[in-house]
């Protein structure tokens, strides 16, 4: 939904701000009416103990800002949400999940009848091996918590996505292309999302991005940009 400030007044006179809300005359078209995705987003959570756990630094506000920017287009949107502090956006179903095994099972359940899938949150790549019942109690010397790897979630959806649409991101620090290539490859990915976290203005928690959109047919890198405008490309992405 983008807002355009736009001043009124005359001269001499102080200024008005009036914000005028474009979703409000029906600006963006429905084209993606009877469509349906799901969207996942936010930090997956692996428990350590009652008390502690494993996650990462992701706020979410990408994954929130492509489900609003399909939910705008008429898209029946189920988002599948790890931690985050960000309101659902409207016209928008959240099933709320906590582990990467259980964002798994959520999108699993739910992908056979969409047209597609949009791989925005941060799963964790290890989980504690088991999840000890009591507060771990701290001891003099150090401890090792032994982890096993998750499933992916964004490959079992590749396996079974036939016609639908699966759009990944990728989050690099180093060989940013090709280990976004060879994502895209190894998910099945019909195109994937690349942030470097070298790049001013990119990354988890801010408002901005600045993502390279790559196919198997190239590359195109977009200037920074808001999420939400990052969120409608992506999404005209997919319509085309
Ligand atoms: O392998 P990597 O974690 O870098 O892949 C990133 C992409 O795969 C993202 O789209 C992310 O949401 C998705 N992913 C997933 N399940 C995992 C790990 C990553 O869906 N266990």
């Known amino acids: 939904m983008k807002k355009y400030n736009i001043f009124a007044g005359n001269f001499g006179s102080g200024k008005t701000e009036i914000s005028v809300n474009t979703a409000l005359f029906g600006a963006k078209k429905k084209s993606l009416e009877g469509k349906h995705f799901i969207v996942t987003a936010g930090a997956t959570i692996e428990p350590i103990d009652p008390v502690r756990f494993i996650s990462n630094h992701s706020s979410g506000k990408m994954g929130y800002a492509v489900a ?35 964002m798994y099972e959520a999108c699993n359940a739910v992908f056979e ?5 949009v791989m925005c949150a941060a799963v964790a790549d290890y989980t504690p091996q088991t999840v000890a019942d009591e507060k771990l109690k701290k001891g003099d010397g150090d401890m090792s918590i032994a982890l096993k790897r998750t499933k992916d979630i964004a490959a079992s959806l590749g396996e079974k996505k036939g016609s639908r649409v699966l759009v990944g991101f990728a989050m690099e620090t180093q060989n940013e292309r090709e280990n976004a ?57 997919i319509e085309s």
């Open 181 to 237: 290539q060879s994502k895209l490859e190894r998910k099945n990915f019909d195109f994937i999302v690349l942030n470097s976290l070298r790049t001013e203005g990119a990354g988890f928690r801010g408002d901005t991005n600045v993502v390279t959109l790559i196919d198997m047919k190239g590359a195109e890198e977009l200037p920074l940009m808001s999420k939400r405008d990052v969120a409608e490309r992506i999404v005209d992405k």
């Open 113 to 117: 009848q969409t047209d597609g899938a």
């Open 68 to 102: 609003e920017a399909l939910a705008a287009r008429g898209a029946k949107v189920t988002l599948v949400s790890g931690r985050t502090s960000l309101e659902c956006p409207q016209g928008v179903e959240k099933v709320d999940v906590l582990s990467a095994e259980q």
